[in-house]
């Protein structure tokens, strides 16, 4: 039986709980406890999902000699209680971001490398059905060489951000998904930022382009003004194009004589993420997202948020 837990049940981590809930049969899981500084809550989710524990303090839940754990607190806090576990041998999903800092972020890498542990990364769109079947069709040929990939990922301000920006919080899925479909690490970084009407000194809107060998390129728009959720991506290839809704699961390819709308398996990204997770806690092998992956992902916003200060086009270093 695997011993599991969750620490933060906000809004990411009560989801990582009640999936967790779901998968116990299929994975026997041992729903060890809940983490969360705010005791009520974490008493009402885990009596919600069968939790046997509640802890106030992180640290007694990483006494529990727990297999697999979801870290979903407030993305400062995510290198201290990562090595908390990891320390104990335990497993780690960390939510995206991986950390606030590169540095934090390389910390947690060496850690699980060193203490010999699974760590994945929550970027939860790599998940989605459809963006698991769009990279099908790019691998097939179907588009012909991609040469140029947008994302649009824009919506009212989340009333449960209160420690980053735009960049970091919601961009970061466009530029891991498009280094993903290029199967490529981003190479340069020009971006254009700031804040039109939230009080935090953060950025709350920001268009970014990032380029790529032989002269590809992706973009994203995102902003926290836009009074609907909106999550959708192109990408342009030699031979066609294809849409893709993140949201309804949807993706049609076009050329120039046909369209082809795709039939798309629907599944919540996060039961697939956590399926991953604890395939590769019970079988090694290297979950779908990577500490590196999480790494490279921070380093191209740093940069996105450094060429939006100096205005100047930036080196993912």
């Known amino acids: 039986m695997m011993k599991v837990g969750v620490v933060g049940v906000g809004m990411m981590g009560q989801h990582h709980a009640r999936v967790y809930s779901e998968l116990s049969d299929d994975f026997d899981l041992e729903l060890v406890g809940i983490a969360d500084k705010d005791i009520d809550r974490a008493r009402e989710i885990a009596e919600k999902h069968g939790y046997a524990g509640v802890y106030e303090d992180h640290k007694e839940l990483a006494e529990e000699g727990l297999d697999a754990l979801t870290i979903a607190v407030p993305t400062s806090l995510h290198k201290d209680v990562a090595l908390d576990f990891i320390e104990k041998g335990t ?50 040929g179907m588009l012909g060489n991609v040469m140029s990939i947008s994302g649009k990922r824009v919506g009212p301000l989340a009333i449960r951000i209160r420690d980053v920006g735009i960049i970091i919080d919601l961009a970061v899925h466009e530029l891991d998904i498009i280094s993903y479909l290029f199967d490529e690490r981003i190479k340069k970084v020009t971006a254009k930022a700031g804040n039109a009407k939230h009080p935090a000194q953060v950025e709350d809107y920001a268009q970014i382009m990032v380029d ?56 919540e ?49």
């Open 91 to 140: 497993n780690v999903l960390v939510e995206k971001p991986i950390a606030d800092t590169v540095k934090n972020a390389e910390e947690i890498i060496e850690a699980a490398k060193k203490n010999d542990v699974t760590l994945s990364v929550g970027h939860i769109e790599r998940y989605n059905p459809s963006v698991l079947k769009l990279k099908e069709v790019i691998d097939d």
């Open 212 to 267: 790529f060998n032989d002269g590809r390129t992706g973009i994203v728009e995102t902003n926290w003004l836009t009074p609907h959720k909106t999550r959708k991506l192109s990408v342009v290839g030699t031979k066609g194009i294809a849409y893709l809704d993140y949201i309804d699961q949807s993706l049609v390819v076009h050329d120039t004589d046909w369209e082809q709308n795709y039939k798309i398996q629907e599944k």
């Open 269 to 317: 990204p996060l039961k697939n993420e956590l399926e991953d997770f604890l395939d590769c806690c019970l079988n090694g092998g290297k979950p779908c997202v990577t500490g590196e992956d999480g790494v490279h992902v921070l380093r191209a916003a740093r940069s996105a948020k450094k060429s939006s200060e100096k205005d100047q086009k930036v080196k993912v270093e």
